[in-house]
């Protein structure tokens, strides 16, 4: 307790001695908390002009190091912000490591409208962490000066340290906030956390909720946390403040124990689908709560913490993320098959078959349907559809056309309708009786010609329905009515083979009976 008294009174008569100051320490973040960052990229000093005049700090020095104009990006190690060094009336300075850079800029956040800054020096007086003496001195005199401690808060648990205006010579622990006017510590804490996010959804990235890219919070407290003004970023410094605008149900509050998913809502580029990106939550006070970060996502899928490791997972939001091993695996299911009320199909036939289909987190895309005999030949086309969206259930009605059998090689009897698709296979057998007359129908000609290129018609009839269709992955609900433009082209076809023989034959006679006369 004594300690704490000559603490006080050290600074409060350094404040006295250094009033007439026009330049003051403002705010210090000496040991950011792990979720802010390393101590080694993430310290900072806050001064602040207190005249209604410019100053111009380029004879000042911190701990006897000498400032430079902006700051350097650690990531980059280019300098941003390069402003100069004149401090503007009642503004303030944020000032930063130099040698490697900072990551301030990325992990606070720092009013644009200060003056950036950084030591011509690899770290802040040789390192903040602790108790520490620094000194703001002009090119003739020492400007302000101060020795802090550890006791006096803001010691690796999320906040700064902070003097006021009403209280000279008083430093205490405070909310954060770099360039903008000191805050009193939030009487309030916060347990909340990122739990999921999906950077790549299937379609546009864009889409108005509750489609597009979402961020998944977590309150980890018992009580309930209202998040209006709290906001995300990314690395690019986007910025999307939590209001009923992103949020499915209208409301900001978020239970103990809950999730609350946030939206971007048409917010263009808030998350890269390539290279290295990162999510940062602040509360409204400008504390960073938490921070992740990735790279290289797959389309539709998420990124989900599960026993505190992030993994790609099928997306839940609002729920509890589901681990990949135990997720719902790929499904097919042959739900209805559309038939007579004799529950019989004919040769020729084309079937409606309603099928069930979910490819999970397979790569594969492909279904097909058909219909085989009992030794696995197959009596129908085969039809095919694409699924490319994971973990998407699909319900759709798929065409089957049977085979005409018109020289009845497959006997009446049970066909088996298969579906295959992601390694897996659903089948329904069916009765198959009697055969579809029209498509089999037999063309009579009076000529041998055209006899000959009847036989070759109804050989190539069967042959002609093995060719496979593709079609797209939508419901079928009307009759279907289906005949090759092979079939159509050969049907016509015999027609005029016949009219041009018969129009030779007919030039022929003519012929001989001119010779005759």
Known sequence: MNTRKYMFLFVFLIAINLTSADIIFNEIMYNPSTAQGSDS??????????????ISLENYTLCEKSFLPGYINREDSITYLNNGLIIQPFSYAIITDGGSGTEVYTNFNINENSLALHVDAATLCGGL???????????????????YDSIWGGD????????????IGTWKECSITPGQENSQTSSQSYNLIITEFLPNPYGNDNAAMPDGEFIE??????????LQGFYLKDSANHKII?????????????????????????????????????????????????????SNSQEGVSWSLIEDSWQQTQPSPNEENINPEEANPARIEIQTIYIGSDEKAKFGDLLRVKIFANKGDDTKESLQLYLQDETGEKISKITRTNLEKKYTDYSMTLPIQIFPNCNEKYPNEKYEIVLEGFD??????????GITQNLCEQIKPDCK????????????????????????PYSITGNVIFESTGIKSKRYGIYFFCAVLFLVILQLQVKNGKNKS
């Open 41 to 54: 990229y993430n310290e900072w000093i806050e001064i602040y002009n207190t005249e209604n005049t410019t």
């Open 129 to 147: 962490s602790g108790s520490e003496k620094i000194t703001l001195k002009s090119e003739i005199e020492t400007i302000d000066l101060l020795r």
């Open 156 to 167: 690796n648990n999320g906040f700064s340290i902070c003097t006021f205006p009403n209280e």
């Open 217 to 226: 919070l977590y309150n980890k407290e018992e009580t309930t946390i209202d």
């Open 242 to 294: 939590i209001s009923n605008m992103n949020l499915l149900n209208n409301n900001t509050e978020i239970e103990g124990n809950s999730y609350l998913t946030v939206y971007t809502n048409g917010f263009s580029g808030f998350l890269n689908n390539e290279g290295l990106e990162e999510i940062k939550i602040y509360d409204v006070n400008n504390n960073r709560l938490d921070k992740v970060s990735y």
């Open 424 to 433: 897996l296979e659903d089948s329904k057998k069916i009765d198959i009786e």
């Open 449 to 472: 010609p055209c006899a000959t290129y009847e036989e070759f018609y109804s050989s190539e009839l069967s042959e002609n329905y093995e060719s496979e269709t593709v079609i797209n």
